[in-house]
């Protein structure tokens, strides 16, 4: 166990690595001239016509979450697994899964507390937005990946009582 010192200098230095971590800053899609079609328009997902509207923007900004954590996290996840954190490979997608599940927990929470939204829907976007921060941590102190994976169980676990509410409100998630 570490004497109250240690442990308010870990958590300070802790608080400052983070707070300095680099941020990943996606690049504007500029369609290329000569070819017209090469950018794609994907339609969003059909809402009941009763659907509530606090709802249906929660809902909408948590599945952009989802969407793109899960996809930074599971490049993390592929590269680590047979691995370890010495590979300079899963060193890379370990920033950048951490990166993006900083932001995933900010904009859940964001999400989370839109005005007027239901609580059940609120709630579980709390719990995985705070799942999406015990796991950055643990991917930046490099726990093992049991321990990893328990997280990202409980997170997809948050997610889909979610995905439920909001479905049950008339939209998505």
């Given at each position: 166990m570490?004497?109250?010192k240690?442990?308010t200098?870990l958590?300070?230095?802790?608080?400052?690595?983070l707070?300095?971590?680099?941020?990943?800053v996606a690049d504007d899609v500029?369609?290329?001239?000569?070819?017209?079609?090469s950018v794609v328009?994907v339609?969003?997902?059909?809402?009941?016509?009763?659907?509530?509207?606090?709802?249906?923007q929660a809902?909408a900004?948590?599945a952009?979450?989802?969407?793109?954590?899960a996809t930074?996290?599971?490049?993390?996840?592929?590269?680590?697994e047979g691995?370890g954190?010495?590979?300079p490979a899963?060193?890379?997608?370990?920033?950048?899964?951490?990166t993006?599940?900083?932001e995933?927990a900010?904009l859940?929470m964001?999400?989370?507390?839109t005005?007027g939204?239901?609580?059940d829907?609120a709630?579980?976007?709390?719990?995985?937005s705070?799942?999406?921060t015990?796991?950055l941590?643990k991917m930046?102190?490099?726990?093992d990946?049991?321990?990893?994976n328990?997280?990202?169980?409980?997170m997809n676990?948050?997610?889909?009582?979610a995905?439920e509410?909001?479905?049950?409100?008339?939209?998505h998630?």
């Amino acid at each position: 166990m570490l004497c109250p010192k240690a442990t308010t200098a870990l958590l300070i230095a802790l608080g400052i690595g983070l707070s300095s971590a680099a941020t990943a800053v996606a690049d504007d899609v500029i369609p290329d001239p000569a070819s017209p079609d090469s950018v794609v328009q994907v339609a969003g997902a059909p809402t009941a016509d009763n659907a509530d509207p606090v709802a249906v923007q929660a809902c909408a900004q948590f599945a952009q979450v989802l969407d793109g954590s899960a996809t930074y996290y599971g490049d993390f996840a592929d590269s680590y697994e047979g691995s370890g954190y010495a590979d300079p490979a899963v060193a890379t997608s370990n920033v950048t899964g951490r990166t993006a599940l900083r932001e995933a927990a900010g904009l859940s929470m964001g999400a989370a507390n839109t005005p007027g939204l239901a609580p059940d829907i609120a709630a579980p976007m709390r719990t995985w937005s705070l799942g999406a921060t015990k796991l950055l941590l643990k991917m930046g102190l490099r726990i093992d990946g049991e321990s990893l994976n328990s997280t990202a169980a409980e997170m997809n676990s948050q997610a889909t009582r979610a995905q439920e509410a909001c479905a049950a409100a008339g939209t998505h998630a």
